[in-house]
């Protein structure tokens, strides 16, 4: 049988694709892009973008595609032998886009392209790609550039392992529990539990580390010692502080190798510190503007949160018999707070989020909103509950997706939006291609035959990925560099995932997600009142909560010596911006994966800064909603053309005062968040 890798006459052959492919695949394709380098920067070949794409972008495309479908089903469908063969690769792949994105000849070919001949769309991705030469080491030489790429090859290596440490971290706790030792756990997730203990032949209720088993048990349990027992391994995943066999997945070295190497890079490239590379290409202009805006945001918060743990102390020692509340009980307290207060339970409200009935609502909004229709469609899938469809207008295909929700062994956690492959007006063949992109999520499997049932913030998250996926699949952008995601500032990427999420509180298009369980009925108008008067509970504490993630971040690559430990320096943040401290024992940030492998590096408070961004966007809507509360579709329309389908052919603050005529403004964020003070710009 032909290498699955190696056929790129449609979609990526999931179900065909095994480890042994891995090597001779990336062979080919190597020689292949080696070669298109070879005959681009020969002296004689024109520097002329389109001739250059035709014969470089296109070798290129193909082992970032192929290396893209190896990369996705490491994170989704992990097996020892995929693991072995995506590391053995790795350093290849790495070496080669390390050594393409600082060539000085493709460089030079580069810059002696005349920008008078390139269309508006060509001369961005021609800006991009000059800067991130510079970016790449495309100006160093000799021994400076040797070791700038040795630390390129390393980082992608400290990255994986990282990762690796993570997910083994999570796949591998266990504790098996008794019924007594589960009393307030909701019966789904206790059901949940038991077939997994079954499924190990073992008595009792598995408990683990996954989000759909971990955070209930956390919110619900009513055994504190239950909740300190998951709390503690799961905020020492992946690190020193972790019991017994589990220190194998330590990430500290790790972390301190990886820092300093960014570090060092830095500085080959002129730079003080990584945190200043890191800003090169995004909106923020400094990391000084940067943390300059954290604590601003920081300052103005933090008398909400105050008062948000003065009230929970108080429920708990007036209503729980808990005088001095640990850090595992806070989540409790917290649940049982919000139930005193609103009346209502997350379960309660689960029970009317059916999976299937909120895809439909989401699907709803997406078409009435942006004028587009969704199918199902097929195509290779990597696990019988991935699901493929396709967006279209106008009769005509805009993108396709594909949706794997249920969390599993060998699936990394968290959510995340994934290209597959990008818009372009191909210069071989002179077709368009049209998007595709990968939506992942780790939801809750249905119990006893029912469909899953997702909490609120599940459904928060599906949108907010959607988000992602529409600013990839609706773009209208041709040059597949700044088309959909691509070539958007990293500080901006999130602003359509973040608006989308806005939806999720509004009554005209929540009411036609939902469906109890059991009775079928929609979600009643008063139990929707209740989550609407809840909303912003505890914002306070959540917006420290990100602020404290963020000003780490971006002080762990500016001022920090990776030389020293640097759980000082997050106890110092710790101590500056939040109102809840974690036990000494706690290492959250040996799972940070964002920032130590997932692209986020001195960049986490882009989800900060592009919420600024998306709640003054969505602003745009409430103040156009129609008499029947739904959204406006030309508003939609104009979002659409402005954001969505511009993509990254112009500047993310361009695009945003094409929507709004004037620049953002802290003041809707703050307002949807129960904040609102005086107006700030950004």
Known sequence: MSNALLDFSDLPHFDRITPPDVAPAMDVLLERANAALETVTAPDFPAHWETIAKVLDVATEQLGTAW?????????????????????????????????????????????????????EQRQAHLNAVRNFVLSGAELTGTAKERFAQIQERQAELSQKFSENALDATDAYAYYATQDELVGV???????????????????????????????????????????????????RASDQAEGDARKFDNSALIGEILALRREEAQLLGYANFGEVSVVPKMAKSPDEVIGFLRDLARRAKPYAEKDVADLRKFAAEHLSLAEPQAWDWPYISEKLKEARYAFSEQEVKKYFTAPKVLAGLFKIIETLFEVSIRRDSAPVWNPAVEFYRIEREGQLVGQFYLDQPARTGKRGGAWMDDVRARWQRPDTG???????????????????????????????LFHEFGHGLHHMLTQVNERDVSGISGVEWDAVELPSQFMENFCWEWDVLKHMTAHVETGAPLPRELFDKMIAAKNFQSGMQTLRQIEFS?????????????????????????????????????????????????YAAGYYSYKWAEVLSADAYAAFEETAGSDGLPSTETGRRYREAILEAGGSRPAMESFKAFRGREPSLDALLRHQGMAEEVLSV
């Open 186 to 236: 909701p019966d789904d997730v206790q059901q949940t539990a038991r077939a997994a203990a079954q499924a190990d032949g073992k008595v009792g209720y598995k408990l683990t580390l996954k989000m759909p088993c971990y955070l209930p048990v956390m919110q619900f349990a009513a055994r504190s010692d239950l909740r300190e027992k998951l709390y503690r391994a799961y905020v020492t």
């Open 551 to 599: 000003l780490f971040d971006m002080l762990l690559h500016t001022d920090h010596d990776p030389a020293q430990d640097f759980m000082p320096l997050l106890n110092q943040v710790r101590s500056e911006v939040s109102v809840l401290t974690p036990p000494a024992f706690s290492r959250t940030a040996h799972t940070f994966s964002h920032i130590f492998a997932g692209g």
């Open 68 to 120: 893209g479908a190896v990369s996705h089903l490491n994170s989704v469908a992990d097996t020892p032998e995929l693991r072995a063969a995506y590391n053995a690769a790795l350093p290849r792949v790495t070496e080669f886009w390390t050594r393409l994105g600082a060539d000085e000849r493709l460089y030079a070919k580069y810059k002696a392209i005349d920008p008078a001949s390139l269309s508006p």
């Open 431 to 461: 077709v368009l291609q049209t998007p595709v992109a990968h939506l992942v999520c780790n939801f809750a499997e249905g119990v006893d035959g029912n469909p899953p049932l997702l909490t609120h913030d599940d459904v928060i998250t």
